[in-house]
């Protein structure tokens, strides 16, 4: 974490030779998924019982489906004289991943689902320090490529498991110690933008393992982020 005390103050240093500082909102939308060996893409579930002299099994929620993702972020962006840029982004984001559930026993009673899924949410307070270059392309119009990396601070994980064919009402289950203390993520950043608004394109590549310490089969699972958004700047 000392990386993040240290951050600020270099950024700070840097305002007298900016050439432009701006102060941005933005919002963004996306896909997230698990990567890894222990993603998976289907699961079964089951109540046990007696009858089929089975135990409890409930439904992974480790997808490595795609699922809809969004967050919103407060930036500040330097750039100089010869158009590099530095950047500092901080918000909320909301990563979720989705898997699919093929069947659900009730004792000996066994449901094939039309479409049960089980969608894990993972929330963050997201740092994004980043440094790029700022091409031109015409007046008011700018195309920026970046690189940094998200510091993903977790929050919380829960998730919701939806079968119609057995359930009424959705299954919430909150998975404490889920979401790491720290996910880092290494992340690239394409960006057009005219006087006030400004549309990004981002893919961050999880390098942080959320099973590290964890016992018993694979533990092997990372984050992977798409994100369009879109910037609006203030001044």
């Known amino acids: 974490m000392k990386i993040l005390s240290i951050l600020p103050f270099l950024f700070i240093c840097q305002i007298g030779l900016a050439q432009r500082t701006t102060f941005s909102v933005g919002?963004?939308?996306?896909?997230s998924r698990f990567a890894g060996a222990s993603a998976e893409k289907t699961t079964t579930s089951g109540t046990g019982g007696p009858f089929c002299g089975c135990a409890l099994r409930?439904?992974?929620y480790l997808g490595n489906v795609p699922a809809i993702t969004y967050g919103g972020n407060l930036a500040v962006q330097y750039e100089f004289k010869n158009h590099f840029l530095l950047g500092?982004?901080?918000?909320?984001?909301?990563?979720?991943?989705?898997?699919n559930v093929e069947t659900y026993q009730v004792d000996d009673m066994i449901f094939k689902t039309e479409n049960g899924y089980n969608i894990t949410r993972n929330h963050f307070i997201?740092?994004?320090?980043?440094?790029?270059?700022?091409?031109?392309?015409?007046?008011?119009?700018?195309?920026?490529?970046?690189?940094?990396a998200d510091f993903g601070i977790g929050l919380s994980s829960s998730s919701r498991?939806?079968?119609?064919?057995?359930f009424e009402e959705d299954q919430f289950t909150d998975h404490d110690g889920l979401a790491p203390g720290l996910d880092f993520r290494?992340?690239?950043?394409?960006k057009i933008a005219g006087k006030r608004l400004g549309l990004a394109v981002s893919y961050a590549h999880g390098a942080t393992n959320w099973l590290n310490?964890?016992?018993?089969g694979?533990?092997?699972?990372?984050?992977?982020?798409?994100?369009v958004g879109v910037q609006y700047r203030i001044f």
Do not use: C, Q
């Open 186 to 190: 290494p992340r690239v950043e394409a």
């Open 58 to 60: 409930e439904a992974s």
């Open 88 to 99: 500092l982004e901080a918000g909320y984001e909301n990563l979720r991943t989705r898997i």
């Open 213 to 216: 310490g964890w016992a018993g």
């Open 27 to 31: 919002v963004n939308s996306g896909i």
């Open 218 to 227: 694979a533990t092997d699972l990372h984050m992977r982020v798409w994100r």
């Open 126 to 148: 997201n740092i994004f320090p980043s440094a790029g270059y700022n091409f031109p392309l015409a007046d008011n119009l700018n195309l920026s490529l970046r690189g940094g």
């Open 161 to 166: 498991l939806v079968i119609k064919e057995v």
